[in-house]
């Protein structure tokens, strides 16, 4: 049993989600925890809306399946829409989180700069613990 009663796994459909899911997974082992994948789609038109939505359901679902398969049961699925710092500090705010969980990039520097960085945000704007698992670096 986990420490860990509500559990937020931030996916962003990258293969850096492969690594903290492999924590996730070990943390969580016989648990009757809740786990809540989430995953924000960033788009700027409808068409590319459906496009993302389509294939981030794609992965969410194959994520879900694994987790209940590996006896994760309390396993739900959510999206958001729209600017991914701001939509997760809002609902990180705003849930009843115990633990915020992400993969990481590994970008530093300027790259951080041009990528972006939602778990820079996170660090500076929830009081929720965070686990930063990094993943493999992709870009």
Avoid: W
Avoid at 8 to 36: F, G, N
Avoid at 39 to 61: C, F
Wanted: include cysteine; charge should be negative.
């Amino acid at each position: 049993m986990t420490a860990f009663e509500n559990i937020l796994l931030l996916i962003d459909c990258s293969p850096a989600d492969q690594e903290v899911i492999k924590v996730i997974k070990k943390m969580m082992y016989e648990s009757d925890s809740k786990l809540t994948l989430v995953h924000v789609i960033h788009s700027h038109t409808l068409d590319q809306q459906r496009d993302l939505r389509e294939k981030a359901t794609a992965s969410m679902e194959g994520y879900k399946k694994d987790f209940i398969d590996s006896g994760i049961t309390n396993t739900e699925i959510l999206f958001l829409s729209g600017e991914p710092e701001e939509q997760l500090v809002k609902l990180i705010k705003e849930g009843s989180y115990d633990l915020v969980a992400m993969g990481t990039h590994g970008h530093k520097g300027l790259q951080d700069l041009i990528y972006g960085s939602v778990s820079t945000t996170l660090k500076h704007h929830v009081d929720t613990p965070l686990l930063m698992v990094k993943g493999s670096l992709q870009v």
